[in-house]
């Protein structure tokens, strides 16, 4: 990844703290990296900090260049759009890690699109996230439904109107991302969509 090329899973000699998690790094010895030689681990990210640095740690003791301390992210999976840095601070990745596993493909959709890894980040999906949907035209069919207007609109245009006068939906749904009310991101189980006001 970065400045170092992507390595296959095959090239890997690798370990697992944990039964295997959605995601995951492939943490090297730089030491290691500069003689030559490939030793790192493959770590499961949902864990907490603290976990990841000590697993980290093992990984360059049992280096055989001695007195390895400088490591970097060669690899990872499972962050979708989400790009890691090599040298990503292990509470950012354990951060965005955890909400995945929480919250699924939306959540790193959700980082991706506003650049954001704080701890913000988590609370501001949970009061952002509308749900995923078909497409965009879906998401705006079941909001004119839940705010009624479809019900305000039999009652106002005449039968004999009725079918001949037909809500935009397309239009109303384009001009809703378009006017930054809401954003959307194409996912494996259709669009996810955002509330971009907050």
Known sequence: IMEHEKVSNQQLQHETDHEESPTRIY????????????????LDA?????TLSAA??????????????????HDYEGFGPIRLDEYEPLETVSRLARGIAEHGEAFA?????????????L????????????????????????L????????????????????DVEGFARDLELSG????????????????RG
């Open 148 to 167: 009624g207007y479809e019900d305000s609109f039999e009652a106002v245009v005449p039968g004999f109107l009725q079918p001949y006068v037909k809500i």
């Open 109 to 121: 959709h959700w980082v991706a699109l506003n650049d954001m890894r704080d701890e913000s980040a």
């Open 27 to 42: 943490v090297a010895s730089l030491s290691d990296y500069n003689d030559g030689r490939l030793h790192g681990r493959w």
């Open 46 to 50: 949902d864990q907490g900090a603290e």
């Open 181 to 196: 009310d809401v954003a959307t991101a194409r996912g494996r189980d259709g669009v996810y969509v955002y509330d971009m």
């Open 56 to 73: 980290v740690n093992r990984m360059l003791t049992s280096s055989p260049m001695p007195g390895a301390e400088e490591f970097a992210i």
């Open 123 to 146: 609370q501001q999906f949970e009061d952002a996230y509308l749900g995923c949907f078909e497409s965009l035209e879906a998401y705006a069919q079941e909001l004119l439904d839940d």
